[in-house]
């Protein structure tokens, strides 16, 4: 005898085709919730989860704002990304910057501008020495190819105390 509060359509049956409604109704929300996950997933890679993207762009600043650096958070192994740091320092003075940490175990720099005046290994790390401007305003731009897996700590610092630390991961 036929529910009432359900329409005929799903109810099982036997002839043409022997069916069973409740578990193909079970497939059926099996299905919605996967293809909701799905578009969620495209949302979020829209939106930088797996690069470049607003859930993956970064800015950090030193306590007294005379470093600032942008750095793309999330990486996949093998891209290029972009990272900008910012110095203030007197002007027209060669200002000193040091990036350390596990940085350079996990990226490779594929090109600097402006080409330093000067560069040196520092530990784990590299020293660039750069020209400032009139109002006493450097900026570095990296162009760094992710060779890692995992989360990479980094930290950029001038002499004098004011630094930035920051995470990346590398994405498969």
Do not use: C
Request: glycine content about 10%; hydrophobic content about 40%.
């Amino acid at each position: 005898m036929p529910r009432h509060s359900e329409p005929e359509d799903f109810h099982s049956r036997t002839f043409p085709v022997r069916e069973d409604m409740a578990y193909q109704l079970k497939v059926w929300r099996f299905e919605r919730v996967g293809w909701y996950g799905l578009v969620l997933l495209v949302i979020l890679t829209l939106l930088g989860l797996f690069s470049r993207g607003p859930l993956s762009s970064r800015e950090v600043r030193s306590d007294d704002g005379g470093l600032t650096v942008e750095y793309e958070r999330f990486h996949r192994n093998g891209s290029t990304n972009p990272l900008t740091a910012h110095l203030k320092g007197a002007p027209n003075a060669v200002l000193e910057v040091e990036l350390g940490g596990d940085w350079l175990e996990g990226f490779d720099v594929e090109a600097l501008q402006p080409q330093p005046l000067r560069s040196a290994a520092a530990g784990k790390g590299m020293k660039f020495w750069v020209q400032a401007d009139a109002q006493g305003q450097a900026t570095l731009y990296l162009s760094v190819l992710s060779d890692g897996l995992g989360t990479y700590h980094s930290r950029i610092a001038i002499p004098g105390g004011r630094s930035v630390s920051f995470e990346q991961f590398v994405f498969p």
